[in-house]
């Protein structure tokens, strides 16, 4: 069995002429504002391009509803826990355990 080994270049390759020109370009030296410029790269960070999409700050309805739905969500809460308080209370619960059990 034979073994190859696969190079990948990082950068490709640069042609005779490409390097005469840079070469030529550092010995006259231009002044820096005519060389070349390097493009920005878009955002690709979800967080960052959410943050400039949508505005931190919330609204009096999303703070009503927010406030609203907590609320609610305490209820519901505080009612579940009274229920299991009185089945396991009452021994109802440890009655139904016993049939789901014996079946």
């Known amino acids: 069995m034979t073994t190859t080994d696969f190079y990948i270049l990082a950068a490709p390759l640069q042609s005779d002429q490409e390097l005469t020109e840079e070469a030529r370009r550092l010995a006259i030296k231009q002044p820096s504002f ?23 700050r919330l609204g009096a309805a999303e703070w009503i509803a927010l406030l609203l739905f ?9 009612c579940c826990v009274f229920e299991w ?4 209370n009452s021994g109802s619960l440890d009655r139904v355990v016993r ?5």
Request: charge should be positive.
């Open 34 to 56: 005519t060389r070349r410029k390097v493009e920005a790269e878009p955002e690709t960070r979800l967080w960052k391009i959410c943050a400039q999409a949508a505005p931190p």
């Open 70 to 78: 907590g609320a609610s969500a305490i209820c519901v809460l505080a």
């Open 85 to 88: 308080l009185q089945l396991s």
């Open 99 to 103: 049939e789901l059990l014996t079946r």
